[in-house]
């Protein structure tokens, strides 16, 4: 098992391709080799938004996404909470509908459309509501500072409903929150 896991680990390493990268991480978890945290489990929790940072901190976060295809993608990191549920100036909050509106057409939820399938209109909306989020962060000196998020454009081929590669000023992230299925 270990020598498996050492093959996936150097075929990643390799590439640097996602796909190589969602082997390794999911091997781990499945081999009890890294702490893991499986995001809303059971399905229960009420809309949330997080962000983790991608480090190796030897934790694995597994989260469900990509709407009715239902996969299951792992990221290791740390985890930062962000915002509220609706998004408004006034209010720093942001609405998870809004995040989620961009792969659905009506009530139907278009499981196909990710990364590069995104129509342009679509992703262009996905990327204005991402700039939006509100990422606070403490800097040398002290005190809170507001950054604003923005998508990974070198990852974009990456993205699925409720997984989106992101930007931060701690490093390159994923923006995480409640899948519709």
Not at 74 to 102: H, Q
Not at 112 to 137: A, F, H, M, T
Not at 154 to 166: H, Q, S, T, Y
Request: charge should be negative; hydrophobic fraction near 40%; charged fraction near 25%.
């Amino acid at each position: 098992m270990e020598g498996e896991l050492d093959a996936l680990k150097q075929k990643w390493l390799a590439s640097r391709s996602f796909e190589d990268e969602q082997a390794y991480l999911g091997a781990r978890v499945q081999l009890n080799d890294a702490p893991s945290v499986f995001l809303d489990a059971d399905g229960t929790l009420e809309p949330w938004l997080v962000a983790v940072i991608r480090q190796a901190t030897g934790v694995v976060y597994a989260t469900q996404c990509a709407g009715v295809s239902v996969e299951q993608r792992f990221v290791e990191g740390y985890l930062v909470l962000l915002g509220g549920r609706k998004y408004d100036a006034a209010d720093e909050n942001i609405d998870l509908s809004s995040l989620t509106d961009v792969f659905h057409q009506g009530d139907a939820c278009i499981w196909s459309w990710r990364g590069n399938d995104l129509p342009p209109e679509r992703l262009q909306k996905l990327k204005l509501i991402v700039q939006q989020i509100l990422y606070w962060r403490t800097g040398a000196e002290g005190g809170d500072n507001p950054y604003q998020l923005c998508v990974d454009q070198d990852r974009i081929g990456e993205i699925a409903e409720a997984w989106i590669p992101i930007e931060t000023p701690d490093g390159p992230g994923v923006l995480l929150y409640k899948n519709c299925d």
